[in-house]
């Protein structure tokens, strides 16, 4: 299991304490910070996880945790979600079922129709355009991880640029049971707009724009209304990471913790 955290010890015990419930299943936990200023860190040691640190970014954080991961299986979460209920054997039924990769449903925190049409939407897509985005979790064989290439440590859209590369390579199923994440950035910024906003940066990624612009729509003030730059070899989905760094697998010898 991988987590990517900043500033996430509100939610990360509870995930830990999921985890950490199924000892037969989960061989370890690699909690990659980038930075915390909460305890998020002395909290990931207290449960026993691994703690690796790098610098900020939740692409490179999790290319991190996948390059020292050493179970056959990868578990790619977020830190702010709920696993469901019955995750452990959903877990252990997708291991007997051929795919290139799994996926849990999203279910977001709050109340309304808005918020059930946004998880509904969520649903369809990754069915019928095999989609998923990594708040819902993303579990695979650790060989296909590294067949598809690896995540690249990008600010943004490193969830969509792995999947598009896994779903060319074979179909991706959904576990059912849906994850629980924090509705606070639709409540804060309204479901629609925040709808919105997000197709408007996924439409930008595809038309070229580079994940560093995307990533200073997404997190300030501006959200939501990426400039038309155009995106670098480098950042093009599914281009091959030219370094030996996250998102690649080292040779013997390379491997860095931090």
Known sequence: MVLATRNEGHALAGLLAQLGSAPGLVREVLVVDGGSQ?????LARL???RLLRSAPGR???LALGAQEAHGPWLLLLHA???LPPDWATRLTQARRRPAEAWYFDL???GRGLALRLVELGVRLRSRWRQLPYGDQGLLLPLQ????SGGLRPLPLMEDLDLVQRLRRRGRLRSLGGAVRVDGRRWRARGVWRTTIDNARLRWAWRRGANAE????CYYGPGAGRPKARTRRRSDAPGAPDPSPGPGRRPPPGDRQTG
Do not use: K, N
């Open 38 to 42: 909460d305890g998020t860190p002395e």
């Open 144 to 147: 296909h991880y590294w067949a």
């Open 107 to 109: 279910g977001i925190d």
């Open 59 to 61: 692409g490179r954080q």
């Open 47 to 49: 449960a026993g996880a």
């Open 213 to 216: 612009a995307l990533a200073r």
């Open 80 to 82: 702010d979600v709920r």
